[in-house]
Structure formats: C-alpha cells, structure tokens
C-alpha cells in the first residue's frame, strides 16, 4: 500500500488568519489532524450552527467524529487548560475518546506562567505583550533540559523535578521580590491532574508514521504564524517556538518528505496581537473599522487587535519560508464591506521599490508601503459558492494577491461559519 502525504495549514501573518475554520474544513477527509507547535496561547475559533468553539491545545479537528486528534512533541502543555477544554468538549456532546497527547510534549507549569508574568511586567517600555500563558518560561526550560515532559508528569519521579525546579525558580523570584512558590501544593493539585491525563498518553510519532504507512489521511494544525516565528518573525516580538514548516515538522516527528499540500492562511487585511513592527497597520479609524466589522478581539486574551491592510511583500515571504502551495483568504466578507481598498504590494526601502521582506529591524524601520488601490462594495457574498460568481470588484483583488504572492487560492472565506467557504 502507498504511503500517505501530510497536509499542513499554517499561519502566514501574525496569527489569528482563520486557521481554525480551514482545518474544521479539512478535517472532515482526515483521519488524523495534529498540534505540533505552541500551546494555549493559540486560540482557534470555529462555528458550527451558530455555535462558537475556541480551541487553544485540542486539534480543531476533534469535532469531527472520526478524526483522532493528536497533540504532538512540540506542544506545550497546560494540564488545567486541557483539562477543561476536554470538559467542555463532552459538555457538548463531542467525543474525546479519540484525542492522543505525545508523551514528548512539555508541560506548562504555574512557576512558567508566574515568570511570564514577571518577565512581561519587568520589560518596562519594551513589553512583548506575550499572552502571559507561560509558554516561553516552558519552551526555555525544554531547551535547558529541566523541562517536565508529559511522560515525566505521569510518573513518580514528577515530585522530585517540581521540587527541583520550585527551589530553583523560587531564587529567580525572590530576587525579583516576586512571591515564592509552594512544591508540595503544586505536586498535589497537578498530581491530579496527571491522572486524568495518562489515559491518552502514547508515542504519537510511532502513531503518525504507521497511519502514514497505512495510507491514513493526516493533518497539521499549525498555530500562531510566519512571523512570529522565533527564528523568521520579528524578534524579539514573536513566540518562542517555530510556527512555520520546520517546527511543524519537528514538533510532529513528520519528514519534511512526507509533507504534502502546505496551505498558508490570510485574511483579505491584516491583524496582530501584541507589540513589533506591522507595515501596513492602519492606527486610525480604517483600522478600527476593520476590527469592528471583522470582530477582531482576541480569542484567548481577548485583547483588541492592532488591524491594517494586507501586505503581499509579507505573504510572498511566508511563501517562501514555508513551500506554500495553496493560500486560503478569509474574511473577503469583511473587507468587502469597505468602498475602498488599499493592497501593499511592495515595499519602498529607502527610494527603491522592493518586494523583499526582511524582519532585520534596520531594513523595516526604513520601509514604508506601496499601495494599489480596489473598489470594495462586494455585497453579501456568504452565500457564494463558486470563486467565479463573486463580484468584478472582487475577483480583481483576489487575482492581484495570487499574482504577487505567487501561489494560487484554494479557499475563500465568506464568513465565520462553517458553510461560509469557497473551496476552489
Ligand atoms: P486562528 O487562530 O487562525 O484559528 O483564528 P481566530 O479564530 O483567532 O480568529 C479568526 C476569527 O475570524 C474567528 O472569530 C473566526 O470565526 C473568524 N472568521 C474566520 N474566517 C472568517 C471569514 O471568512 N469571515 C468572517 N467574517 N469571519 C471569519
Ligand atoms: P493563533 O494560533 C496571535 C503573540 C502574542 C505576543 C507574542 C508572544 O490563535 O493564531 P507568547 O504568549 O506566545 O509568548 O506571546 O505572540 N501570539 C499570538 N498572536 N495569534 C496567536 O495564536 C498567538 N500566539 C501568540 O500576542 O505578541
Ligand atoms: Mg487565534
């Protein structure tokens, strides 16, 4: 038998593109859909009958019934957040019977989400504005090897590393003259936790490849996005994991072989949480209407998001970092809604007018967008169910942004319920 692809949706802004609903989309053909990166500072929303869920660890793809849902290696995990997200799942009715929790992944303990806070509050002017979910205090002791993996969690030997760890991190607050922590509480509430935990722990890479070799159809779930990415984004305003093809790689234990369709999702404008460099933000009352008509308040802080025109020097980048082979467009609803438009379609870094994108801060502090200007007034288009039958205006605009970003729309989202795409 023929060895199966792995389809990948990833972010290729600054996350909050809409991935959710594309996965909720693709799911429905898959067997297995996968976390590989981040933690619960993702928020993935999807609405099914009017219906809100917002996904911050389980793959999206859980609400579909015969997918297994997989959270991988490079997950960072909150066992209280996961745990109440597995009860509101069975509140609903949906099954979690089929969710698998990599024995690899991390675990995100109250003394990682405590630093973050304290990390944050001390960065005084220079404020990452992290979601203070404790996930870069995770991912630092991953890399400094006195991480608590999942499979150290459900086992004895997890009171002697938090005790550990406690009394070392216990010196970092004191000398911040932040409130030192109690080893014992923590091993008894999280000893709890552990236990509701074990059952759906395995070796998701075996898992993964022997599905491959059975020809299974397998998904990856990205979170956060392009540029954030620790390595590629706009340091040091970005996550502190890999969001872009490679972490989804190995945060899985998929070959890059083995990767089939890569689906970079955007939005018809842009948005970002947080503070770091955004070119195209629009800090006035363009960019306040659009958080207003796209709802853009955040899913896991529910901070309001920074919003602004779409940028193709940005999109060409996230096509190329991550062999993008099909881009799925969201909220064409939204911008629909304005009269006019504004696409950036290059750069003018310093009199010369470039499509090369760069996160070097010299080279963006000195970049400034290029416009062309669309005609918007698309009326309801939600309802639409072929590329073709969309208004002039905007198949102009979705033609320009393919032409630029250099690979082709697969997905058109027409709004935020399930039945709100067009698939191409
Ligand atoms: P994710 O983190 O990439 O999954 O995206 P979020 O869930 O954080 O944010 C995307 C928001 O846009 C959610 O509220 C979605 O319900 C909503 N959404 C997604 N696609 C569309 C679309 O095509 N039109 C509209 N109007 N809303 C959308
Ligand atoms: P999804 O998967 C948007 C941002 C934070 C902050 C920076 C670092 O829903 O697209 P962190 O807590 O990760 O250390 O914060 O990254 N950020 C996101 N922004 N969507 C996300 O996830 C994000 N996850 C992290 O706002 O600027
Ligand atoms: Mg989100």
Redesign the pocket.
């Known amino acids: 038998m023929s060895r199966s692809k792995v389809d990948v949706v990833l972010?290729a802004f600054y996350?909050?593109?809409?991935?959710?609903?594309?996965?909720d989309y693709l799911s429905t053909n898959a067997d297995i859909s996968i976390r590989c990166t981040g933690g619960n500072n993702?928020?993935?929303?999807?609405?099914v009958n009017g219906e809100?869920f917002?996904?911050h660890l389980i793959p999206?793809g859980v609400l579909n019934k015969g997918t297994l849902a997989v959270i991988g290696n490079g997950v960072v995990i909150d066992p209280k957040v996961l745990i109440e997200e597995i009860n509101n799942l069975k509140e609903h009715g949906y099954s979690v019977d089929n969710l698998r929790i990599s024995d690899k992944a991390h675990v995100i303990m109250p003394y990682h989400i405590a630093m973050d806070k304290m990390l944050e509050e001390n960065r005084g002017n220079n404020k990452i504005g992290t979601t203070c979910r404790g996930i870069g205090p995770t991912y630092c002791d991953k890399y400094e090897r006195s991480g608590i993996r999942v499979q150290d969690f459900i086992r004895p030997r997890f009171a002697d590393l938090v005790r550990t760890n406690v009394a070392n991190k216990n010196k970092i607050f004191k000398a911040f003259g932040y409130p030192e922590m109690d080893a014992e509480a923590i091993i008894k509430e999280y000893t709890e936790y552990a236990e509701i935990i074990k059952p759906y722990v395995v070796d998701t890479v075996v898992l993964l490849h022997n599905a491959m070799n059975e020809n299974k159809k397998l998904l990856c779930e990205g979170?956060?996005?392009t540029l954030l990415d620790i390595d590629f984004g706009s340091y040091p305003f970005v996550t502190s994991s890999n969001p872009s093809l490679g972490g989804i790689c190995t945060g899985s234990g998929i070959s890059p072989k083995d990767v089939g369709e890569v689906y970079g999702?955007i939005?018809?404008y842009s948005s970002r949480v947080g503070a770091g460099p955004y070119i195209t933000e629009q800090n006035n009352e363009i960019g306040d209407m659009i958080r207003e008509?796209?709802?853009?308040y955040?899913?896991?802080t529910k901070r309001p998001r920074r919003c602004g025109w779409l940028d193709l020097v940005a999109l060409k980048y996230a096509v190329m970092l991550n062999g993008i082979t099909g881009i799925a467009?969201?909220?064409?609803?939204?911008i629909g809604k304005l009269d006019k438009i504004q696409l950036c379609v290059a750069y003018n870094h310093k009199g010369k007018i470039t499509t090369d994108f760069s996160t070097t801060p010299e080279y963006l502090e000195n970049c400034e967008a290029v416009y062309e200007e669309f005609d918007g007034n698309f009326g309801d288009i939600?309802n639409i169910k072929k590329r073709e039958d969309l208004p002039e205006n905007a198949k102009k605009y979705l033609a320009r942004i393919e032409e630029i970003a250099g690979a082709p729309i697969k997905f058109?989202?027409?709004?935020?319920?399930r039945e709100?795409?067009i698939v191409c």
């Open positions: 972010g996350g909050d593109e809409g991935k959710g609903k594309i996965i993702a928020g993935h929303t999807i609405e809100k917002a996904f999206s979170a956060q996005a999702v939005k018809a008509l796209g709802h853009e955040g899913t896991t467009i969201n909220h064409l609803d939204t939600s058109i989202g027409t709004g935020a319920g709100n795409l």
